[in-house]
């Protein structure tokens, strides 16, 4: 057959006697001119301007200048693209009923929607490259191809085509879309002025796409790229080739910065305070604040999401109709169909319906659309919630800075309050945002459905209907019981956390004594409950998750049975398969709507607590400063800070004084009254009580000299320094604060000094998390003479030297914890470098000691800051400096005493000066005792044992590192992208098989057995509705109810079996997960206990403790959901294929295809999502950590005046969280959208081959309901596998963990083969022993022999780092003996079993470590001794009536690390616990270093007296303490340099122990 473009079986085609336009085919080639025309024109240009560009280096996006319309012209090209398919169908289908083919039906069309794509891929083009002048191309092609099809419409009007035929419908729908396009045109040139007009507009790009460093794009992109997310593949596919890190995602665009949604978020909130000011009951409503601020972008969401909703249902629909239609054409084959005349060659849009491939078509785009609405409404409302969390936190940090000390102080507002406000009421809030469009969606939803389900089936869909409803309150139920489980889960795993830390601290007391078993059992019980309730925790999901997959079937069932009976006409393939699918999609709202109202609920909380802490109390505004209008108003702007909740009131009084007549003091000059800084007049303040706890103030500072205020513990010293900050309620009075005086001659210097803020150092040291040398800048300009002149003062170099990076190591809360000495030391440095004309500084020397105290007054106070002219006020116990200064004001009881210079108060009021005095010489005494002690020395060794192997330390660094990616050794490109691409399926196996290879096979059987009974469900449906409808004689009533019996009870059986499995299945992934739980932990727990030392002194505790807290978490709660989903939606979506390639093999053909392209989209995605889930990690702690440091350190940030520089910072750290949240949530997006179009050429594949080829109606049915389910579960797959590769990270470093090398604990003897008294005698001989801590180390030891009688007391001495500890640490085999041996009483102890060798020996260490519990735990954790000897053991160590004195006696509460004892009591406990094992060896490591002269006395007479018949070896730090020992060992380098009695070794003038007596007399 011939092709005509008119068709060649009408002779009257190309007759154009009754004019040229009243032949039909004349004017159909009419309109093929204008789009030949574009093409013609466009090609060219679209070539020549690709050739180009190619060259060029990449735009930058800067010249994303949108046109006018912009939005508008991509929608109307959308619509234009679709109405031109549908006339390409109508021309097809048409012509498929013509006699011969008329190629000017559809070719036009064909050429149109070519035309309309090249347009808008040339208006892209032209956009991007900013050439306005070349859209007069599109001008023409929109008025030509306007002009062409209004002439065809009048054309049909004349002819009188009816308005039902479909022609015509497109051609007027076409007219209007030309002519709105044309006009989007218009506007453009009115706009640009870029022709016609003389001078075009110049534009210029939006802020943010000037700067380079905005990467976020969604925002400036065109329409297209928006919903399908297609500028987010540059970054996914670089992922693969380095890791995503901060720069590579780059700023926050400026309308989504915290900032500026701040901004929004307060003035509505604003709005609503005036609202209600006039009524003092209501309070401000931040709903409607939140509304009003954010209220657009939900409504926008909810659209899409309505839209998105609305286009599901064509599903269904369309699924009914595709059945119903391959039904009809296969009964009426028979029937030939009338060819139609070409004169009447128009279809009715009914008749187009019924068309099988339309509907196949028209299916696929509804499935597109309806996803790309969804995908959209999701980014819609995640932004809006992002841009929610970074207000609300710039709000909370804003009050934070604002609140009243005594708010803080009095207990209205813990710190807890505040961090659960950030970390957790913010996040409700912003994930209630994310779910609330589902909360009016959804019932919209189910509505229609219900009402679509009565259409197609009648009343028995109701029943069906109401099955749902009904069970979905027990779904409520059931989630609410998951919030209860989850946090009594929480509060066990807390406490076993707490017990875990204890061990891990004291885990060397524990190996030395042989307790680790005790301790061990101890945090298992506490495991074993927080497994019992992470039972009825995975009890409850699996019900969850059972409830989720029983419904529909349940459902179902109900419903087919019920009309089976109640309908007389067999049921139909295409009600049932539609009913199907509307069951799907009423199932998810149903499901959601349980998560949507808990959250719903927990919002509306979170609300409440947030309006609470936003009206409670502020500090007063600085206007109550401006009292004297002589005071200049700036020098007021003095701002206000806050107290830190507890004064730390704990005061050693040590003084060093000489008497203080002789001192030669400074000339101090009289005091002007314009040379006052700061003057008080009658003030009486209050810490919100309403009661004043400083009364009747009237002070006077004086500028330039230093003010010291003494008087008791409490008498309201910092106090008084916070009244003057403004930190506290002023009841009555003024503070005033002077300018500088003019006349002093260091005025210029001063003038570049901050003249309002006040440098203080708060009583209780606090720090930032930050570099050492951040702490002490404190945001100034850094000057290097300064700063050293401040560290120097301060002392605090030595202790720099000690840290691993000198002062860039990160200190504070997540850095080196330092002690409160050098903590306090650092506080000051910051002090004294600001600089500002005034120094508040509040005790500092509370935790120094004497040397210190005194390098810090005479080179930091008297030197440092009298040298500057700055005024000081200085708070201290220690009279012995008040010689020192030039004015004293002195305190008792809130109220000032006396006030005025030493002298003055020597003359005017003797009795206060001579009580100072006898205090001073009270001093004196003590001092000569406290001398020794030097408590700095301790606390820089303390430091140098936390980092002591430097080198380890090192390794520490990149420890993490390493473990995230072991192929460091090897830096070759390609296997460093394989390793990040691959699945960790070697650590997915060890997971599996860690729950048992039992569970491990139910689990993988009884989710086969279930996906097997769910597809045979739907099998039978097929085949039962087939069988009923097939075109058979009609069969006698009897035969086809017993058929219908037949089929109805093997349904019923078959979905009785899959409810059962449902909950089978769910249950055992549940029970799998906790047995693998359970059993890890355990692993871990033992494998760490029984760890060699070495690995706890070269792991940091927060490494360890890491693998006990998050990773175990996602091991017991992450991990076992994420498994489920991945098995249930891989198997969905395997099972739908098999289904659909068993109807139709053919579409195995087309799967290639779409299989690799899913394969490379979720291999990108995975790799990138792990980036930006680990970016989102990593930025959310410093975020929580700045809020918390900020409530601590609010008085000082408010006296130096810095809240700008910390809300700054806040804000950075805020965007920063969110850019990567941001990324990581358009990766989902992006992920959806690919995998939902995938899901869409599924469907139409199976559509178009199941039509042609399918079996029977049942079939096609099936196929097409097991292809829309595969749309919903492609996404998925992807998102679990990425979420199982990361959660599988948690078992990964579980598992390094599990391949350590444990202790040799089984010696070559049986522990029955060692005597029961063993060791008797005490005697100990060390033969040619050399000592190792790790097989790769030098010995530390080397060739040591020694002998030791029975009864004998050994000192050991040397410098740090000669051995002798190493060598107390041999006794006990804790480090690696490798030659040589240790025998004691006749047996080889590394013949022994660890245990026995351990429980035989005491050792007291240096540090004293306690345990929480009572003291009876601390003494004998293993309660083998009688209360008797306990006493005994007490009375001892001279603490017996302490111990009676507290409430319990040996039962009195000892708390965490023995804080309610002193650190002299806690080491005298742990001589009492060795004294309780009557072991006759003892080994006494430093063991007097810690404490003072007298606690000493009494340990040396304890152990001369009570120890007399044991062997005691003592580690001396001071060598006095040695003196009187019947032997002493002098060790150098691991080696023995003497050996002999001490009055022998004294004897020996250049002797070593000599020099060293003479040292440390």
Same mark, same amino acid.
């Given at each position: 057959?011939?092709l005509?473009?008119?068709?060649n079986?009408?002779a009257?085609?190309?007759?154009i006697?009754?004019?040229?336009?009243?032949?039909?085919?004349?004017?159909d080639?009419?309109?093929?001119v204008?789009?030949?025309?574009?093409?013609?024109?466009t090609f060219?240009?679209?070539?020549?301007?690709?050739?180009?560009?190619?060259?060029?280096v990449?735009?930058?996006?800067?010249?994303w200048?949108?046109?006018?319309?912009?939005n508008?012209?991509?929608?109307?090209?959308?619509?234009?693209?679709?109405?031109?398919?549908?006339?390409?169908a109508?021309?097809?289908?048409?012509?498929?009923?013509m006699?011969s083919?008329h190629?000017?039906?559809?070719?036009?069309?064909i050429?149109?929607?070519?035309?309309?794509?090249?347009?808008i891929?040339?208006?892209?083009?032209?956009?991007?490259s900013?050439?306005?002048?070349?859209?007069?191309?599109?001008?023409?092609?929109?008025?030509?191809?306007?002009?062409?099809?209004?002439?065809?419409l009048?054309r049909?009007?004349?002819?009188?085509?009816?308005?039902s035929?479909?022609?015509?419908?497109?051609?007027g729908?076409?007219?209007?879309?030309?002519?709105l396009?044309m006009?989007?045109?218009?506007?453009?040139?009115?706009?640009?002025?870029?022709?016609?007009?003389?001078?075009?507009?110049k534009?210029?790009?939006?802020?943010?796409l000037?700067?380079?460093?905005?990467?976020?794009l969604q925002?400036?992109?065109?329409?297209?790229?928006?919903?399908?997310?297609?500028?987010?593949n540059?970054?996914?596919?670089?992922?693969?080739?380095k890791?995503?890190?901060?720069?590579?995602?780059?700023?926050?665009?400026?309308?989504m910065?915290? @900032?500026?949604?701040?901004?929004?978020?307060?003035?509505?909130?604003?709005?609503?305070?005036?609202?209600v000011?006039?009524?003092?009951?209501?309070s401000?409503?931040?709903?409607?604040?939140?509304?009003?601020?954010?209220?657009r972008?939900i409504?926008?969401?909810?659209?899409f999401?309505?839209?998105?909703?609305?286009?599901g249902f064509?599903?269904?629909?369309?699924?009914?109709?595709?059945?119903?239609g391959?039904?009809?054409?296969?009964?009426?084959?028979?029937?030939?169909?009338?060819?139609?005349?070409?004169?009447?060659?128009?279809?009715?849009?009914?008749?187009f319906?019924?068309?099988?491939?339309?509907?196949?078509?028209l299916?696929?785009?509804a499935?597109i659309l309806?996803?790309?609405?969804?995908q959209?409404?999701?980014?819609?409302?995640?932004?809006t919630?992002?841009?929610?969390?970074?207000?609300?936190l710039?709000?909370i940090?804003?009050?934070?800075l604002?609140?009243?000390?005594?708010?803080?102080?009095?207990?209205?507002?813990?710190?807890?309050?505040?961090?659960?406000?950030?970390?957790?009421?913010?996040?409700?809030?912003m994930?209630?945002?994310?779910?609330c469009?589902?909360l009016?969606?959804?019932?919209?939803?189910?509505?229609?459905?219900v009402?679509?389900?009565y259409n197609?089936?009648?009343?028995?869909?109701?029943?069906?209907?109401?099955?749902?409803?009904?069970?979905?309150?027990?779904?409520?139920f059931?989630?609410?019981?998951?919030?209860?489980?989850?946090?009594s889960t929480?509060d066990?795993?807390?406490?076993?956390?707490?017990?875990?830390?204890?061990?891990l601290?004291?885990?060397?007391l524990l190996?030395?004594?042989?307790?680790?078993?005790?301790?061990c059992?101890?945090?298992e019980?506490?495991?074993m409950?927080e497994?019992?309730?992470?039972?009825?925790?995975?009890?409850?999901?699996?019900?969850?998750?059972?409830?989720?997959?029983?419904?529909?079937?349940?459902?179902?069932?109900?419903?087919?049975?019920t009309?089976?009976?109640?309908?007389?006409?067999p049921?139909?393939?295409a009600?049932?398969?539609?009913?199907?699918?509307?069951?799907h999609?009423?199932?998810t709202p149903?499901?959601?709507l349980?998560?949507?109202?808990?959250?719903?609920?927990?919002?509306?909380?979170?609300?409440?607590?947030?309006?609470?802490?936003?009206?409670?109390?502020?500090?007063?505004d600085?206007?109550?400063?401006?009292g004297?209008?002589?005071?200049?108003?700036e020098s007021?702007?003095?701002h206000?800070?806050?107290?830190t909740?507890?004064?730390?009131?704990?005061?050693?009084?040590?003084?060093?004084?000489?008497?203080?007549e002789?001192?030669s003091?400074?000339?101090?000059?009289?005091v002007?009254?314009?040379?006052?800084?700061?003057?008080?007049?009658?003030?009486?303040?209050?810490?919100?009580?309403?009661l004043?706890t400083?009364?009747?103030?009237?002070?006077?500072?004086?500028?330039?000299?230093?003010?010291?205020?003494v008087?008791?513990?409490?008498?309201?010293?910092?106090?008084?320094?916070?009244?003057?900050?403004?930190?506290m309620q002023?009841?009555e009075?003024?503070?005033?604060?002077?300018?500088?005086?003019?006349?002093e001659?260091?005025?210029?210097?001063?003038r570049?000094?901050?003249?309002?803020?006040?440098?203080?150092?708060?009583q209780?040291?606090w720090l930032l998390?930050?570099?050492?040398?951040?702490?002490?800048i404190?945001?100034?300009?850094?000057?290097?003479?300064?700063?050293?002149a401040?560290t120097?003062?301060?002392?605090?170099?030595?202790?720099?030297?000690?840290?691993?990076?000198?002062d860039?190591?990160?200190?504070?809360?997540?850095?080196?914890?330092?002690?409160?000495?050098q903590?306090?030391?650092?506080?000051?440095?910051?002090a004294?470098?600001q600089?500002?004309? #005034?120094v508040?500084l509040?005790?500092?020397?509370?935790?120094?000691?004497?040397?210190?105290?005194d390098?810090?007054?005479?080179?930091?106070?008297?030197?440092?800051?009298?040298?500057?002219?700055?005024?000081?006020?200085l708070?201290?116990h220690?009279?012995?400096?008040?010689p020192?200064a030039?004015?004293?004001?002195?305190?008792?009881?809130?109220?000032?005493?006396?006030?005025?210079?030493l002298?003055?108060?020597?003359?005017?009021?003797t009795?206060?000066?001579?009580?100072?005095?006898?205090?001073m010489?009270?001093?004196?005494q003590?001092?000569?005792?406290?001398?020794?002690a030097?408590?700095?020395?301790?606390?820089?060794?303390?430091?140098r044992?936390?980092?002591?192997p430097?080198?380890?330390k090192?390794q520490?660094?990149?420890?993490?590192?390493?473990?995230?990616?072991?192929?460091?050794?090897?830096?070759?490109?390609?296997?460093v992208?394989? @390793?990040?691409?691959?699945?960790?399926?070697?650590?997915?196996?060890?997971?599996l098989?860690?729950g048992?290879f039992f569970?491990?096979?139910?689990?993988?059987f009884?989710k086969?057995?279930?996906?097997?009974?769910?597809?045979?469900?739907d099998y039978?449906?097929?085949t039962?509705?087939?069988?009923?409808?097939a075109?058979?004689?009609?069969?006698?009533g009897?035969?086809?109810?017993?058929?219908?019996?037949?089929?109805?009870?093997?349904?019923?059986?078959?979905?009785?079996?899959?409810? %059962?499995?449902?909950?089978?299945?769910?249950?055992? %992934?549940?029970?799998?997960?906790l047995?693998a739980?359970?059993?890890?932990?355990?692993?871990?727990?033992?494998?760490?206990?029984?760890?060699p030392?070495?690995?706890?002194?070269?792991?940091?505790?927060?490494?360890?403790?890491?693998?006990f807290?998050?990773?175990?978490?996602?091991?017991d709660q992450?991990?076992?959901?994420?498994?489920e989903?991945?098995?249930?939606?891989t198997?969905?979506?395997?099972?739908a294929?098999?289904?659909?390639?068993y109807?139709t093999p053919?579409?195995?053909?087309?799967?290639?295809?779409?299989?690799?392209?899913?394969?490379?989209?979720?291999?990108?995605?995975?790799?990138?999502s792990?980036?930006?889930?680990?970016?989102d990690?990593?930025?959310?702690?410093?975020l929580?950590?700045h809020?918390?440091?900020?409530?601590?350190?609010?008085?000082t940030?408010?006296a130096?005046?810095?809240?700008?520089?910390?809300?700054?910072?806040m804000?950075?750290?805020?965007?920063?969280?969110?850019?990567?949240?941001?990324?990581l949530s358009a990766?989902?997006r992006?992920?959806?959208?690919?995998t939902?179009?995938?899901?869409?050429?599924?469907?139409?594949?199976?559509?178009?081959t199941?039509?042609t080829?399918?079996p029977?109606?049942?079939?096609?049915?099936?196929?097409?309901?097991?292809a829309?389910?595969?749309?919903?579960?492609?996404?998925?797959? %992807?998102r679990?596998?990425?979420?199982?590769?990361?959660?599988m990270?948690?078992?990964?470093k579980?598992?390094?963990f599990?391949?350590?090398?444990?202790?040799?604990?089984?010696?070559?003897?049986?522990?029955?083969?060692v005597?029961k008294?063993?060791?008797?005698?005490?005697?100990?001989?060390?033969?040619?022993?050399?000592v190792?801590?790790?097989n790769?180390?030098?010995?530390?030891?080397k060739?040591?022999?020694?002998? #030791?009688?029975?009864?004998?007391k050994?000192?050991?001495?040397?410098?740090?780092?000669?051995?002798?500890?190493?060598?107390?640490?041999?006794f006990?085999?804790?480090?690696?003996?490798?030659?040589?041996?240790?025998v004691?009483?006749?047996?080889?102890?590394?013949?022994?079993?660890?245990h026995?060798?351990r429980?035989?020996?005491?050792i007291?260490?240096?540090?004293?470590i306690?345990f929480s519990?009572?003291?009876?735990?601390?003494?004998?954790?293993?309660?083998?001794?009688?209360?008797?000897?306990?006493?005994?053991?007490?009375?001892?160590?001279?603490?017996?009536?302490?111990?009676?004195?507290l409430?319990?006696?040996?039962?009195?509460?000892?708390?965490?690390?023995?804080?309610?004892?002193?650190?002299?009591?806690?080491?005298?406990?742990c001589?009492?616990?060795?004294f309780?094992r009557?072991?006759?060896?003892?080994?006494?490591?430093?063991?007097?270093?810690?404490?003072d002269?007298?606690?000493?006395?009494?340990l040396?007479?304890?152990?001369?007296?009570?120890?007399?018949?044991r062997t005691?070896?003592?580690i001396?730090?001071r060598?006095?303490t040695?003196?009187t020992?019947?032997?002493?060992?002098?060790?150098?380098?691991?080696?023995?340099?003497?050996?002999d009695?001490?009055?022998?070794?004294?004897?020996?003038?250049?002797g070593?122990?000599?020099?060293?007596v003479?040292?440390d007399?």
């Amino acid at each position: 057959m011939r092709l005509a473009f008119c068709g060649n079986d009408n002779a009257s085609a190309y007759n154009i006697s009754a004019g040229v336009l009243r032949n039909v085919c004349f004017v159909d080639a009419l309109n093929l001119v204008p789009h030949v025309f574009l093409l013609f024109i466009t090609f060219p240009i679209l070539f020549i301007g690709w050739g180009s560009q190619s060259s060029k280096v990449q735009i930058h996006h800067n010249t994303w200048l949108h046109f006018p319309g912009h939005n508008l012209r991509w929608i109307l090209t959308f619509t234009l693209l679709f109405v031109h398919v549908c006339e390409i169908a109508e021309g097809i289908v048409s012509d498929t009923q013509m006699k011969s083919r008329h190629l000017h039906l559809f070719l036009p069309a064909i050429m149109g929607f070519v035309a309309a794509t090249v347009s808008i891929v040339y208006y892209h083009n032209i956009e991007t490259s900013n050439f306005p002048k070349l859209l007069l191309a599109l001008f023409l092609y929109w008025i030509m191809a306007f002009v062409t099809k209004t002439i065809k419409l009048v054309r049909y009007c004349q002819d009188g085509v009816p308005f039902s035929q479909l022609r015509f419908c497109i051609t007027g729908i076409m007219v209007i879309l030309y002519g709105l396009l044309m006009a989007v045109e218009i506007n453009v040139i009115r706009v640009r002025r870029y022709v016609f007009f003389m001078n075009p507009q110049k534009v210029k790009p939006p802020e943010d796409l000037q700067d380079l460093g905005v990467r976020f794009l969604q925002p400036f992109v065109n329409l297209l790229s928006k919903a399908t997310y297609w500028w987010m593949n540059t970054l996914i596919i670089s992922a693969h080739k380095k890791p995503v890190d901060l720069k590579a995602i780059g700023k926050l665009p400026i309308a989504m910065r915290a @900032l500026t949604n701040y901004v929004c978020l307060k003035e509505a909130y604003e709005e609503q305070k005036k609202k209600v000011a006039d009524q003092p009951n209501r309070s401000p409503s931040i709903w409607l604040a939140m509304y009003s601020a954010f209220g657009r972008p939900i409504l926008l969401s909810s659209t899409f999401r309505y839209l998105a909703d609305l286009l599901g249902f064509a599903g269904p629909l369309c699924i009914s109709g595709i059945v119903q239609g391959f039904q009809d054409t296969t009964n009426n084959t028979n029937a030939t169909e009338k060819l139609k005349n070409p004169s009447n060659s128009y279809l009715s849009s009914e008749e187009f319906l019924r068309n099988v491939y339309v509907l196949a078509v028209l299916l696929f785009l509804a499935l597109i659309l309806q996803r790309t609405f969804l995908q959209a409404s999701y980014y819609v409302t995640t932004e809006t919630g992002i841009n929610l969390r970074g207000a609300l936190l710039a709000m909370i940090y804003n009050k934070i800075l604002r609140l009243s000390t005594s708010n803080l102080s009095m207990g209205e507002m813990t710190l807890g309050q505040i961090n659960n406000l950030v970390a957790i009421e913010t996040n409700q809030l912003m994930w209630f945002l994310f779910l609330c469009p589902n909360l009016w969606a959804m019932p919209v939803q189910i509505i229609m459905g219900v009402i679509l389900l009565y259409n197609l089936l009648g009343v028995s869909a109701l029943v069906g209907a109401a099955v749902i409803v009904l069970l979905a309150p027990i779904q409520y139920f059931i989630a609410t019981k998951l919030a209860e489980a989850q946090k009594s889960t929480l509060d066990y795993s807390t406490e076993r956390l707490k017990k875990t830390n204890e061990i891990l601290k004291g885990i060397k007391l524990l190996k030395l004594y042989a307790w680790e078993h005790i301790f061990c059992t101890s945090v298992e019980e506490t495991r074993m409950k927080e497994l019992t309730s992470l039972k009825t925790f995975a009890l409850h999901t699996s019900l969850s998750i059972f409830m989720n997959a029983a419904i529909p079937i349940a459902a179902v069932l109900a419903t087919f049975v019920t009309y089976a009976y109640t309908n007389d006409k067999p049921l139909q393939p295409a009600q049932a398969f539609a009913s199907l699918s509307l069951f799907h999609i009423l199932v998810t709202p149903l499901f959601l709507l349980s998560t949507v109202v808990r959250f719903a609920v927990k919002a509306i909380v979170s609300v409440q607590k947030l309006n609470e802490f936003l009206l409670s109390d502020e500090i007063g505004d600085d206007s109550w400063r401006g009292g004297d209008s002589s005071v200049a108003y700036e020098s007021c702007k003095k701002h206000t800070g806050l107290h830190t909740k507890a004064i730390n009131r704990r005061q050693p009084l040590r003084y060093q004084l000489e008497s203080y007549e002789q001192l030669s003091r400074r000339p101090t000059r009289p005091v002007e009254i314009d040379d006052i800084a700061i003057k008080v007049t009658n003030g009486y303040f209050s810490w919100g009580s309403g009661l004043a706890t400083l009364s009747n103030i009237n002070i006077r500072i004086p500028t330039g000299q230093m003010t010291m205020i003494v008087g008791q513990v409490g008498c309201g010293k910092s106090s008084l320094l916070l009244a003057i900050l403004g930190e506290m309620q002023t009841l009555e009075g003024k503070v005033h604060w002077s300018n500088v005086n003019e006349t002093e001659p260091s005025f210029e210097a001063s003038r570049s000094r901050n003249r309002y803020s006040v440098a203080y150092a708060a009583q209780k040291p606090w720090l930032l998390n930050a570099t050492v040398e951040e702490n002490i800048i404190f945001g100034s300009p850094f000057n290097k003479q300064r700063y050293k002149a401040v560290t120097d003062a301060c002392s605090l170099q030595p202790d720099i030297d000690l840290l691993p990076f000198g002062d860039q190591t990160e200190i504070g809360e997540r850095g080196i914890n330092l002690s409160g000495g050098q903590r306090q030391r650092i506080c000051v440095a910051r002090a004294l470098y600001q600089n500002t004309n #005034i120094v508040f500084l509040d005790d500092p020397f509370s935790a120094l000691d004497i040397h210190l105290s005194d390098h810090l007054m005479q080179e930091g106070i008297l030197k440092f800051l009298q040298e500057d002219k700055r005024t000081l006020v200085l708070v201290t116990h220690k009279l012995q400096y008040l010689p020192h200064a030039d004015w004293i004001i002195a305190m008792k009881d809130g109220m000032v005493l006396r006030e005025g210079t030493l002298k003055d108060i020597q003359t005017k009021d003797t009795e206060l000066y001579e009580h100072w005095k006898t205090l001073m010489n009270r001093q004196d005494q003590e001092l000569e005792k406290d001398m020794e002690a030097d408590q700095t020395t301790l606390e820089r060794k303390t430091l140098r044992r936390a980092m002591y192997p430097r080198e380890s330390k090192a390794q520490l660094e990149d420890e993490d590192e390493e473990e995230e990616e072991e192929e460091d050794e090897d830096d070759n490109m390609s296997t460093v992208l394989r @390793l990040r691409t691959k699945m960790p399926w070697k650590t997915c196996w060890r997971y599996l098989t860690s729950g048992g290879f039992f569970l491990l096979f139910l689990m993988i059987f009884s989710k086969l057995l279930k996906h097997s009974v769910i597809v045979a469900i739907d099998y039978w449906l097929a085949t039962w509705t087939s069988t009923d409808n097939a075109n058979e004689p009609r069969s006698i009533g009897d035969v086809k109810n017993k058929r219908k019996t037949y089929h109805v009870a093997v349904f019923s059986i078959l979905s009785g079996a899959g409810i %059962v499995l449902c909950l089978i299945t769910s249950l055992t %992934v549940e029970w799998m997960g906790l047995t693998a739980a359970k059993n890890l932990h355990h692993n871990l727990l033992n494998k760490i206990i029984l760890g060699p030392i070495r690995f706890f002194d070269t792991t940091p505790l927060g490494l360890i403790l890491n693998r006990f807290s998050a990773d175990t978490n996602i091991i017991d709660q992450h991990i076992p959901p994420t498994l489920e989903s991945l098995t249930r939606s891989t198997l969905l979506c395997l099972s739908a294929i098999g289904m659909i390639s068993y109807a139709t093999p053919w579409f195995l053909v087309a799967l290639v295809p779409l299989g690799i392209a899913f394969y490379f989209i979720q291999k990108y995605f995975r790799v990138a999502s792990k980036d930006l889930q680990e970016l989102d990690d990593s930025t959310q702690l410093p975020l929580l950590c700045h809020f918390s440091e900020t409530a601590e350190g609010l008085t000082t940030i408010r006296a130096f005046g810095h809240e700008a520089r910390f809300k700054q910072r806040m804000l950075e750290l805020t965007d920063t969280n969110n850019i990567a949240y941001l990324f990581l949530s358009a990766a989902n997006r992006w992920l959806e959208v690919r995998t939902d179009y995938l899901g869409a050429c599924i469907v139409l594949t199976a559509a178009v081959t199941s039509i042609t080829e399918g079996p029977n109606s049942g079939f096609v049915g099936l196929g097409l309901l097991y292809a829309l389910t595969i749309t919903n579960y492609l996404n998925w797959v %992807v998102r679990n596998l990425a979420d199982l590769e990361v959660q599988m990270g948690a078992v990964k470093k579980v598992h390094s963990f599990l391949n350590m090398e444990s202790e040799n604990y089984d010696g070559y003897l049986d522990p029955s083969q060692v005597p029961k008294d063993w060791p008797q005698e005490g005697e100990i001989k060390i033969e040619n022993l050399c000592v190792r801590y790790e097989n790769n180390l030098k010995p530390v030891l080397k060739h040591v022999k020694a002998y #030791i009688k029975p009864g004998q007391k050994v000192g050991i001495c040397g410098r740090t780092g000669s051995g002798k500890s190493s060598l107390s640490l041999a006794f006990f085999r804790m480090v690696d003996i490798f030659d040589g041996r240790i025998v004691i009483d006749g047996i080889d102890i590394s013949k022994l079993p660890l245990h026995t060798l351990r429980s035989r020996l005491s050792i007291i260490l240096q540090d004293p470590i306690l345990f929480s519990g009572s003291i009876r735990f601390n003494l004998d954790p293993e309660c083998k001794c009688t209360d008797d000897r306990l006493w005994e053991a007490l009375e001892i160590a001279q603490l017996k009536n302490m111990v009676k004195s507290l409430p319990g006696g040996l039962d009195a509460v000892v708390t965490e690390g023995g804080e309610n004892f002193s650190v002299g009591q806690r080491q005298l406990f742990c001589l009492a616990r060795a004294f309780v094992r009557k072991s006759s060896i003892l080994i006494m490591d430093e063991a007097t270093a810690s404490i003072d002269m007298a606690t000493e006395n009494i340990l040396q007479k304890v152990v001369m007296t009570a120890f007399a018949d044991r062997t005691v070896v003592t580690i001396a730090h001071r060598v006095h303490t040695i003196l009187t020992a019947d032997l002493v060992i002098v060790m150098k380098r691991g080696n023995i340099l003497e050996y002999d009695t001490p009055e022998n070794l004294l004897s020996q003038e250049d002797g070593i122990f000599a020099s060293f007596v003479r040292a440390d007399m």
